[in-house]
């Protein structure tokens, strides 16, 4: 079994169907990847996963339990956790304080602060930082940190929303490098990612949604190596 299974997910903002019949799965300590033109509906997948988003048909299950009508923040409690398109950090507050925002779910203070030890080791910037004003952060730095308050959680899963949008090149590596130590750690990945060359050269499976639908699904180096991937998205 899956730890998350999605199933023909069926997705509509007033008459217009955004996702149509939806399905992947998404096994424990794996990296997959979602792939896809923008507009495609690979951001309202994910809000539709982490319950942001109602949908019109179709089941999604975590660790073998029907969260498709679960509010967001008790999809939180149960080990997802959500980096959001945009990275939506608490701009008026500190470093810190947003780091705390992402354990609001967990009561035991002393696992809270072994875990931000751990996000500290993983962002030597964010602890630098750490009484910093979140909003006065370089982008790239608050794309870690929005990565950070997410691994505050203490998630299983983590669902990330185009990580790489907007940053720098060299920011760029440096946040995939970090995704490759997060699965490396045992942490579940789904992400969401336009630039395809990057998703797929740290994910192991991956998905192309075009126009709201599954066109491909596979190993992630096969999809790479797909004389159509390359043309439509890695440039080739």
């Known amino acids: 079994m899956a730890m998350l299974e999605v199933r023909n997910l069926n997705v509509f903002f007033g008459v217009i169907q955004a996702i149509r019949d939806v399905s992947f799965d998404v096994n424990q300590g794996e990296v997959v ?15 539709t996963i982490t319950g942001l988003l109602s949908a019109e048909s179709g089941t999604i299950t975590l660790d073998g339990k029907d969260i498709t ?70 982008g790239g730095e608050q794309q870690m940190l929005a990565m950070g308050r997410a691994l505050m959680s203490k998630p299983r899963i983590l669902l990330m929303d185009e990580p790489s949008m907007g940053l720098s090149p060299l920011y760029v590596t440096e946040i995939f490098e970090i995704i490759e130590r997060i699965k490396q750690e045992g942490t579940t990945v789904l992400l969401v990612e336009q630039n395809a060359n990057k998703a797929l050269s740290v994910a192991d499976r991956a998905y192309v949604l075009e126009t709201g639908s599954i066109s491909m699904s596979g190993d992630a180096k096969m999809l790479m190596n797909d004389e159509r991937v390359r043309k439509a998205y890695l440039g080739a």
């Open 33 to 47: 990847a979602l792939i896809g033109a923008n507009g495609a509906g690979k951001t309202t997948t994910l809000h």
């Open 69 to 138: 009508k679960t509010p967001a923040h008790k999809i939180v409690a149960m080990g997802m956790a959500h980096v959001p398109e945009g990275r939506r950090v608490f701009a008026s507050l500190s470093v810190y304080d947003n780091l705390k925002m992402g354990a609001y779910t967990r009561k035991d203070s002393k696992e809270i602060k072994q875990s931000l030890s751990m996000v500290f080791e993983a962002f030597p910037r964010l602890q630098e930082r750490r009484n910093q004003i979140a909003g006065t952060l370089s």
